[in-house]
């Protein structure tokens, strides 16, 4: 069994992402790695480059700024790495996103454990959206809870953007992949990083998504409701970072108006809990296994 990890990058340096990190997680995991690295404004390409390792593959690009539908220019540089990629599963992982160590071994035996079952088309991840400090995480219907992460590379698979996968049918209308859990978390790391690196983010990123940039004054307008607090261990790989370029403390605001969106979703939350366990967060799959 061969597998091919991948992702995209672009001023993963500016924008705060713990892409470094990222990028060794999916090298623990993978037997090659496909980067593609778009034309940045800072020291992405040196960084990635600097890594130096045998099994990393850099695929230099340039990204399409006419395109501000949906964020399909992020769809676009992911199936550039992912068209790259010659291994039996394509495991896509983002530059905010990390693996934890303990679940090295569990990935790859899930891959193996589905190699030959060709009804498996995809892989999911549970998650842990960390939000405003280390030790607090977001849950609730407005984050997904669970995502496919990998894909069987030998499937006609496309991404309408940079989140989820549809598959070609022979009608040429796409359907969401078959399927099975991988048995662990990934790490979302994207809502700790800095008040600063957020706002440069909101400036460079929404435009791709024909958003007018909003100013982000801090992580504590959020539905208290929605917040859990996180008492495991983060990814080893991830230590540095976590000390020296996330948000320590989430504060939150005390005056902080719940929105209709909020009500629905505390609503979907005690209906959750009611019916035992319930998942009415959106599945970009359908599980078969």
């Not at 605001?253 to 809990?273: I, T």
Request: some cysteine; glycine content about 6%; proline content about 4%.
């Amino acid at each position: 069994m061969k597998v091919s990890g991948f992702t995209f990058l672009r001023n993963g340096t500016i924008l705060g992402y713990p892409y470094i990190e990222s990028l060794r997680s999916l090298l623990a995991v993978c037997d090659e790695v496909v980067v593609a690295v778009g034309n940045s404004d800072d020291d992405t390409l040196e960084q990635v480059r600097a890594i130096g390792d045998p099994k990393l593959r850099i695929i230099e690009t340039t990204w399409n700024e006419v395109m501000q539908d949906r964020g399909y220019t992020y769809a676009q540089q992911k199936m550039i790495a992912q068209f790259n990629c010659t291994g039996d599963w394509a495991f896509y992982l983002e530059g905010d996103e990390v693996i934890h160590e303990k679940d090295y071994a569990t990935i790859r035996a899930a891959m193996e454990k589905y190699l030959h079952d060709k009804e498996v088309e995809a892989l999911v991840f549970d998650y842990y959206h960390f939000y405003g400090s280390p030790s607090t995480y977001a849950y609730s219907p407005r984050w997904y809870r669970r995502a496919p992460r990998i894909i069987r590379n030998s499937i006609r698979s496309w991404a309408p953007d940079g989140l989820f996968w549809l598959i070609m049918q022979e009608n040429k209308r796409g359907r969401y992949p078959n399927a099975a859990f991988a048995g662990c978390h990934l790490y979302h790391y994207g809502h700790i990083r800095s008040v600063a690196k957020m706002n440069e983010k909101q400036k460079r990123v929404e435009r791709y998504w024909g958003k007018t940039p909003k100013e982000f004054k801090g992580y504590g307008d959020i539905d208290p409701v929605s917040i859990r607090v996180f008492d495991s261990s983060h990814p080893a790989i991830a230590d540095s970072w976590l000390k020296n370029d996330a948000e320590q403390v989430l504060t939150l605001n005390p005056s902080y108006v719940v929105s209709s969106r909020d009500r629905k979703h505390r609503l979907m939350m005690w209906l959750e809990e009611l019916l035992g366990g319930k998942d009415f967060t959106k599945k970009h799959y359908k599980l078969v296994r």
